[in-house]
Nanobody, 115 residues
Framework: QVQFVESGGGLVQPGGSLRLSCAFSRSIFSINIMGWYRRAPGKQRELVAH???????YYIDPVKGRFTISRDNAKNTVYLQMNSLKPEDTAVYYC?????????WGQGTQVTVSS
């Protein structure tokens, strides 16, 4: 089964940082847009950021200036650097194509921001 595998989550205090990684079992070189998504408790999954194969990025307003998405096609990996984390960033984070493909959803990685 082809899937993305997310890692790097954990418990962090407000103001802290985490770097999430997303590995794919095959080349992402041909995937134009890769995205990071999150599902907070009691809410629907939402797009957080995406990046094109050319390096153009998009962020939702709540994370602008704090999160940075990047990709390494040679390693078939996408990253999400998260700085100045807030309690409202608490969620399970997933990566997928943009728009997402149902068959590519992985388990996600839990990020909890709490003092």
């Amino acid at each position: 089964q082809v899937q993305f595998v997310e890692s790097g989550g954990g418990l962090v205090q407000p103001g802290g940082s985490l770097r999430l990684s997303c590995a794919f079992s095959r080349s992402i070189f041909s995937i134009n847009i890769m995205g990071w998504y999150r599902r907070a408790p009691g809410k629907q999954r939402e797009l957080v950021a995406h990046i094109t194969s050319g390096g153009n990025t998009y962020y939702i307003d709540p994370v602008k200036g704090r999160f940075t998405i990047s990709r390494d096609n040679a390693k078939n990996t996408v990253y999400l650097q998260m700085n100045s984390l807030k309690p409202e960033d608490t969620a399970v984070y997933y990566c997928n194509t943009y728009p997402p493909r149902v068959e590519y959803w992985g388990q996600g990685t839990q990020v909890t921001v709490s003092s």
